[in-house]
């Protein structure tokens, strides 16, 4: 059923918490707000990514009307208007993922993701460190121990390739790791220890070789995704290795966790879930798709619309709604419904391709859906850590 629904199914008895969340929302985008791009659709920007309550976008490539990369801010029900803000950043700008305390500009410049909400382009850097360039990500790890929180250290892990591999090779090769220290009082910020730039895997290379392609770091930094290219047996196939949970690991084994068995797009880690490892979503051809590791497989997310195109690499939430930018048509007529650019928004526990899976599975599924409280919890929970109105 591609709509909202109640859980339990008595709509009367039900609390306004156990409401569902619409299985698919469609939220366009102002052209007039955003600009067009070359076909005089509204500019979708590429290098999307979500932040933890699915409020912001951070996007690259925002076109000349928003400048290279903006902040998107998405309704807080399905439908509404998005808002838009400039920002001071380069292309393929990336957050600190599991907070979105910092934004990280491709040169190492780590700006408060609130302070770029409220001064946009007139934000200024709080310091520097990190893994630099295209093609970085990095996290937040989990405090180290309770002196960490009470002197605020903040551990992130950013993860990169080498930047100076041929351009006709950008984005493929072996993967350097960094962790830095940063104390942060809310005020002031300043790197006070780092690993450095570490070089990982070498355990890997006699099973996998030592050149990867489309590496992304888990929300918690104790993951990545990344294809071997030259792997000693099988074809080169999206796998999930892991990496040492201590914030001064120098050596990281990368032993494997899970192998997807296909080669998409970049492969993006959930949040961690009660009932086992963090999903990943990745698109492929246009389509999405969230993989479960407790099933072990990959499933299509179907759509409401008529040739929907996903255009950039989904983010997953901290309560499970697949987001990603696409172009759509609302109906078959092209004609008569002309191509829209926006984001579009999933719940993958109404998925009827995921509910199948689990059917055949022979086991229930571990939910019904993602309720509107639950939304509602999660907006409410970023605001209150940014200090922002919910």
């Known amino acids: 059923m591609l709509g909202a629904c109640v859980w339990p199914a008595v709509a009367s008895e039900t609390t306004s918490a156990e409401v569902c969340i619409p299985y698919i929302s469609y939220l366009p985008l102002d052209a007039e707000q955003v600009g067009r791009d070359a076909h005089g659709l509204a500019a979708l920007g590429t290098y999307e990514r979500i932040s933890p309550d699915g409020r912001y ?4 490539y925002s076109g000349a009307q928003l400048g290279r990369v903006s902040l998107m801010e998405l309704p807080a029900t399905g439908s509404g208007p998005i808002k838009a803000y400039r920002t001071p950043f380069s292309n ?59 002197r605020a250290l903040v551990h ?28 942060d009082d809310g005020r002031q910020a300043r790197v006070v ?8 895997c070498a355990d890997r290379k006699a099973a996998d070789g030592d050149v990867y392609a489309l590496p992304m770091i888990s929300i918690d930094g104790a993951e990545f995704s990344a294809i071997p290219q030259v792997p000693r047996s099988g074809r080169p196939s999206m796998r999930v290795y892991g990496l040492s949970a201590q914030a001064d690991a120098t050596e990281h084994e990368c032993g494997l966790r899970a192998d997807l068995g296909d080669s998409p797009g970049k492969a993006v880690f959930g949040y961690s879930r009660p009932q086992g490892a963090p999903w990943l979503t990745y698109s492929d ?14 499933v299509r997310l179907e759509h409401a619309r008529h040739r929907v195109l996903a255009t950039a690499f989904p983010g997953l939430t901290r309560d499970g709604r697949v987001i990603y ?21 999933v719940d993958p526990y109404q998925s009827e391709n995921y509910r199948q899976r689990w059917r055949q599975a022979g086991k229930p599924a571990p939910q019904a859906c ?12 970023f605001a209150r850590a940014h200090g922002l109105a919910p």
């Not at 309720?371 to 999660?378: I, K, L, M, N, P």
């Open 57 to 60: 976008v951070l996007r690259s």
């Open 92 to 150: 393929e700008t990336f957050p600190v993922q599991g907070t979105w305390r910092y934004l990280v500009d491709v040169t190492g410049e780590h700006y408060r993701f609130a302070e770029v909400l409220r001064q946009q382009t007139r934000a200024r850097p709080l310091f520097r460190g990190g893994m630099t360039g295209f093609y970085a990500a990095a996290s937040e790890l989990a405090p180290q121990a309770a002196a960490d929180t009470a």
């Open 156 to 183: 992130i892990r950013s993860l990169s390739w080498p930047q100076n591999a041929n351009p006709d090779d950008q984005g493929v090769g072996p993967l350097q790791l960094a962790t830095i220290t940063v104390q």
């Open 193 to 200: 220890a780092s690993t450095g730039p570490r070089f990982i």
């Open 285 to 298: 051809l246009g389509y999405v798709y969230v993989h479960d590791r407790e099933l072990g497989q990959s």
């Open 325 to 345: 930018g696409a172009t759509w048509h609302d109906c078959a007529d092209t004609q008569r419904c002309p191509k829209q650019a926006g984001y579009v928004i």
């Open 370 to 381: 993602i309720t509107q409280q639950a939304v509602r919890d999660e907006r409410a929970r």
